[in-house]
């Protein structure tokens, strides 16, 4: 019991809250920037006839982008667009469906989402 009450002795201090970060210089003109485009998958098979591509999800496909209605683009290796792409809510494991809204995708076609 003694020890019990020796504790009402100390306060706890809370930390001092972190230093805002400098502010940084701006970025010269020309400057590569990230894109705003999230990796969703590569387009696996086209059915044209029925306006419909199916999609193999990459692993760090955002749930997002997997919504019913979602618009998605396809390009080629040297970004390209090659077609625009609506989610549907065929989703099986690791597939997705997608209506083709325009254009001509082809097997091995990267899939994003545009984000903005």
């Known amino acids: 019991m003694v020890f019990a009450s ?3 002795y100390f306060a706890i201090t809370p930390p ?3 230093k805002p970060a400098p502010p940084r210089e701006p970025l010269p003109a020309g400057a590569l920037l990230p894109s705003t485009n999230l990796l969703v998958g590569r387009v696996i098979a086209v059915d044209r006839a029925q306006g419909f591509a199916f999609v193999e999800l990459s692993q760090s496909a955002p749930p997002a982008a997997l919504a019913e209605g ?3 683009l396809t390009r080629t290796d040297d970004l390209r667009e090659t077609a625009r792409l609506s989610a549907s809510r ?3 494991g690791r597939t997705l469906g997608a ?3 325009s254009g001509q995708p082809a097997p091995g076609n990267e899939v994003v989402w545009p984000t903005l």
């Open 6 to 8: 020796g504790c009402s």
């Open 16 to 18: 001092a809250p972190p």
């Open 70 to 72: 979602t618009p998605l």
């Open 90 to 92: 065929y989703v099986r």
């Open 99 to 101: 209506r083709i809204v």
